[in-house]
């Protein structure tokens, strides 16, 4: 007879909250129903390429991108999902140009606020390469009862109360932190259930990937440069080279990288100033889950976690990783590049 060794999301959750003695389920309640927006965006992308709703809307989002319509999907979804919880009173998401802010009561009593890219990398998707959604939660900042405002989305990663994301590869996965550690759930498509598949995650301090888009090269500064140059020359006396692996899709390169050991990397350049990846609700949450993991995120100067939000889709440069590594470009940056860096107002 098989043991029922299963433990799914939501038995999760419940044994969590109640290590919290004052907790009173809210977050609870708010993680329960991102999990249930996932799996409705993961039965949409599964069928992504059967169904008419592969291809484009023809309307464009906030970064000047061409909207997939499973974007607007997956932004309806995890949107309708926040608000039903009753524990949010407001999201900032990629998608949308300002934050929404829920003006009922209902919503206006939320403990929370959301910050999320709800489908990262979409434009993988008509080439069938694995994409995610990616979530940030806050305490807000303004008082409960009243409507949220700006202010309550512009906080530093460091006060983050839970971040996550959502990776629909070869399987779907749920990866997440609430500040004690890292774990992640495996969808079980027969079942319906997220069930806990990789507890207590921790990332190795080194490793041998390096994740970077190399077309950019020749625009890199050139502390990165020579780090990329160290990958590939390293002594094979000692050890192999480094292996170079990227796909293009944040959540996965991060998600390789967090359970072999390695670095992602996506540095500022000369046509990108801030690099591309947003503060907010790609570079926070995943910085969040590397520290807790045991791997560490910066700006390449500065810890991501610790930079202060100007706007809700400001871009940073990104490091993050294994610590080792993390820190070694960050030294070669320093040495080659001066002392601090210039934020773009
Ligand atoms: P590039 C996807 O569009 C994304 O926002 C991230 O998921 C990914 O890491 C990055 O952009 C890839 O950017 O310039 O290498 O194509």
Known sequence: MSSYNITTLNDFIIQRQKEFTYARGELSTLLHHIGTAAKMVNTKIRRAGLVEILGRTGSVNIQGETQQKLDVYADEVFINALLSSGECCGVASEENQSEVIFTDA?????????????????????????????????????????????????????????????????????????GCGVNGFTLDPAMGEFCLSHPAIKTPVDGKIYSVNEGNYIKFPEGVKRYIKYCQERD??????????????????????????????????ESAPSGKLRLIYECNPISFIAEQAGGMATDGYDR???????????????????????KQVGGLILQYNGQEREREV
Do not use: W
């Open 106 to 178: 209902f919503g206006r009593d939320g403990k929370y606020v959301v910050c999320m890219d709800p489908l990262d990398g979409s434009s993988n998707i008509d080439v069938n390469v694995s994409v995610g959604s990616i979530f940030s939660i806050y305490r807000r900042v303004t008082p409960r009862g009243q409507k949220a405002a700006k202010e309550d989305f512009l906080q530093p990663g460091s006060r983050q109360v839970a971040a996550g994301y959502v990776i629909y590869g070869s399987s779907t996965m749920l990866v997440y932190t609430t």
């Open 236 to 269: 094979t006396e000692t050890s192999r080279p480094y292996t170079s692996r990227y796909i293009g899709s944040l959540v996965s390169d991060f998600h390789r990288n967090l359970l072999k050991g390695g670095i992602f990397l996506y540095p500022e350049n």
């Open 304 to 326: 991501i976690l610790e930079v202060d939000p100007r706007t809700l889709h400001e871009r940073s440069p990104f490091y993050v990783g294994s610590a080792n590594m993390v």
